[in-house]
Nanobody, 121 residues
Framework: QVQLVESGGGLVEAGGSLRVSCAAS????????MGWYRQSPGKQRELVAT???????SYADSVNSRFTISRDNAKNTVFLQMNSLKPEDTAVYYC???????????????WGRGTQVTVSS
């Protein structure tokens, strides 16, 4: 079994910063891409940022230059540093990872349960 557990969400004023983390645990042989998505009420889940196992990252236009994704491969953990937060960044943030549970089978996409980020105006 593989689990992704997010942490670090909370309430912050507009212009502030937060860092959310996601740790993968369980039966893991290797982790390919990891990423963060978010969903606010009444909207579809959207991609925020992704990072490859080699450290290449990409961002949604709405967060580019404000958010930074990083990962610690030794700890199977991905981070999202969020700066200059805006009320429209308010959402549940979900971690996603493409994981190979063993060398003998293909990868599977796993999701965390999400962590709430609320930005007050």
């Amino acid at each position: 079994q593989v689990q992704l557990v997010e942490s670090g969400g909370g309430l912050v004023e507009a212009g502030g910063s937060l860092r959310v983390s996601c740790a993968a645990s369980g039966s893991i042989f290797s982790i390919n891409a990891m990423g963060w998505y978010r969903q606010s009420p009444g909207k579809q889940r959207e991609l925020v940022a992704t990072i490859t196992s080699g450290g290449s990252s990409s961002y949604a236009d709405s967060v580019n230059s404000r958010f930074t994704i990083s990962r610690d491969n030794a700890k199977n953990t991905v981070f999202l540093q969020m700066n200059s937060l805006k009320p429209e960044d308010t959402a549940v943030y979900y971690c996603n990872a493409d994981i190979n549970p063993s060398r003998f089978i293909g990868s599977t996409s796993y999701w965390g349960r999400g962590t709430q980020v609320t930005v007050s105006s």
